[in-house]
């Protein structure tokens, strides 16, 4: 028996009581995490073990990387990292001393995801690392872990995929740093929805961009992506009327992705 505070309760008693307790949600219908950061901690975590593992198996000359990376075309590349060739599969596997990693057009499709948790360089990682513990639980906590995580990877998604849509055939991307511009792009709607203070952010916003587009080695079209897609989604996720919430979400977020994914395909048909 369970002690209550007129007399006892018997534990199954206890349970069916949880049960039918009605779930509390966040304003735009999550359920309110108990400890909102533990989905950022988790993507923060998983960041950092891709990091280590592509630092303790060669670093820029890592296999893995070269898996993960995201890459519109395949290369032949030189097995001891010295170099590559652009020919085709079938010519690469008659080069001696070289081998064949694959990019989206030839069927690697995850790579439009896994760049999303893919650094080398210590800085590059913080930096990401460092956007999204500040974005991510504040996030969390007013979408709630679902809904949060579902904007993160639809962010990183449109990031990748505008990469892929306009950026080098040739070219290889990676960075957490699409879907951060898509927490960024959330943060700014949900702001603008609560009719909060937007100065400050907007600055922060206008800086980010600026060294997007003026640093060398940075992918702003991952940047961009990542900041439409992630105020798509947002909107989405809070302006959608509360009497017809989850199938307005869950339309909309179908919406979002199936025009990423048109995206990709009309890309890779060309390439091919």
């Known amino acids: 028996m369970t002690p209550a505070s007129v007399g006892f309760q018997c534990p199954e008693c206890v349970a069916e009581g949880r049960r039918t307790q009605p779930v509390p949600r966040t304003t735009y219908g999550g359920v309110i995490p108990r400890d909102a950061g533990a989905t950022t901690i988790g993507l923060i975590a998983l960041n950092v073990v891709v990091w280590l593992a592509i630092n303790l198996t060669g670093g820029q000359g890592s296999k893995l990387l070269a898996w993960l ?28 001393g070289t081998h064949w990693t694959p990019g989206v ?25 460092l956007n999204l513990y ?10 709630g872990r679902a809904r949060f995580l579902a904007l993160f990877l639809v962010s990183g998604l449109a990031g990748s995929a505008l990469v892929y ?34 100065q400050g952010m907007l600055i922060w916003i206008a800086i980010s961009f600026a060294y997007s587009f003026f640093m060398p080695g ?32 869950l339309a909309g977020l179908g919406v979002i992705v199936a025009v990423i994914v048109i995206a990709i395909v009309v890309r890779t048909l060309q390439l091919r």
């Open 134 to 143: 500040i974005l991510g639980p504040q996030l969390e906590r007013v979408l």
């Open 218 to 249: 940075i992918s702003w079209q991952a940047h961009l992506g990542g900041f439409i897609g992630g105020a798509a989604m947002a909107g989405v996720l809070v302006l959608a009327p509360a009497r017809r919430r989850r199938p307005l979400q």
């Open 69 to 96: 990376a995201l890459a519109p075309t395949g290369r032949c590349d030189v097995t001891d990292n010295s170099g590559y060739y652009r020919v085709a599969h079938a010519v690469c596997q008659q080069i001696p």
């Open 165 to 198: 849509s306009v950026g080098p055939a040739d070219g290889s991307t990676i960075g957490a740093s699409g879907a951060v511009f898509g927490l960024m792009g959330a943060f700014l709607v949900v702001a603008l929805r609560v009719r909060a203070q937007l």
């Open 105 to 129: 057009s030839d069927g690697a499709v995850w790579q439009l995801l896994t760049t999303v948790f893919t650094q080398v360089t210590i800085t590059h990682i913080f930096f990401n690392v």
